[in-house]
């Protein structure tokens, strides 16, 4: 059978726990103009592939959905990816997760039982699928955490990640500040903790700015600690990510963390971010938690 070569296609593998989103993220892929298929059984993955590679074909953008839904999922999604990988198909796998708490809620909101759960129990479904799930999301390209994230904002995220790699064609970073109060990201790569800087919030007179602010960013940026810490994260940085690029990595997400995600990381994502974008890196910068302490007061 003739076939068309296959370097121009583009497949985005979409996976991971049940609930967490999987279907919106198709929704979005498709919106970009790729040609979705949701469950799809991993085994058909190299058909499909076969089919991308016939004369004539115009597709060239393909987004599946591919969970445990599939049966035998693991093994036969190893295999549909290695065949990928003989015939230099790109692609990449996209997993969504979220919290126990998060997923119990969506669960229990659709009335829908879960795909793993015994005797309806959904929790127990829930941590036996995260458990077959693990070693898979160890080997995505990228990691999303949905458990506090709208439909809305999952969509923007996947647009302006995957539109942004598409575009630029080199490594794509997202930046984000958040509190450890209100729990630490479980999608980010790289997490540092800057709470060892003196926290603006007990300045009365910068507790109302947040860190994007010129009165906090000042403050911040004039300490010792600071460009201290700068100086050595962002030579850290400077080694990684040539690396990360090197072993095929278009994706990463740091992390920068404080007690309530207004103040010092904030400021210090959006230096990390102006660093990493004059060295030539996609940026996408998110303030998960910026204001929320504001909220409570």
Partial sequence: MARRDTSDVSFIIITGL????????????????????????????????????????????????????????????????????????????????????????????TRRPHPLAEEGRVLDGIQRERSL??????????????????????????????????????????????????????????IMDVRFLPNPHYIE??????????????????LKETTRFTKKFFDLLTFLLPNYVKEGKTYLNIALGCTGGTHRSVTLAETTAEFLRDKGYGIIIRHRDIGKDFERV
Avoid: W
């Fill in 205 to 222: 007179e910068l507790r109302y700015f947040h860190g994007g602010e010129e009165p906090v960013r000042n403050f911040v940026l004039a």
């Fill in 133 to 190: 799930l693990s070693s898979l999301k160890g080997e995505a390209d990228m990691v999303i955490d949905t458990s506090n994230l709208s439909a809305h904002e999952l969509r923007d995220k996947i647009r302006t990640t995957f539109l942004g790699i598409e575009k630029q064609k080199t490594l794509v970073v997202t930046v984000m500040s958040f509190g450890y109060k209100y729990g630490m990201p479980l999608d980010a790569d790289i």
């Fill in 18 to 109: 049940s609930g967490a989103g999987k279907s919106e993220a198709a929704r979005c892929f498709e919106d970009m103009g790729y040609f979705c298929i949701d469950n799809l059984p991993p085994s058909l993955v190299s058909r499909m592939a076969e089919l991308c590679a016939l004369p004539g074909s115009s597709v060239k953008k393909v987004a599946l959905v591919s969970d445990v839904r599939g049966g035998h999922f693991f093994e036969d999604l190893q295999i549909a990816l290695e065949y990928l990988r003989e015939r230099h198909i790109d692609y990449r796998v996209l997993f969504l997760q979220a919290s126990d708490d998060s997923l119990v809620k969506r669960f229990k909101e």
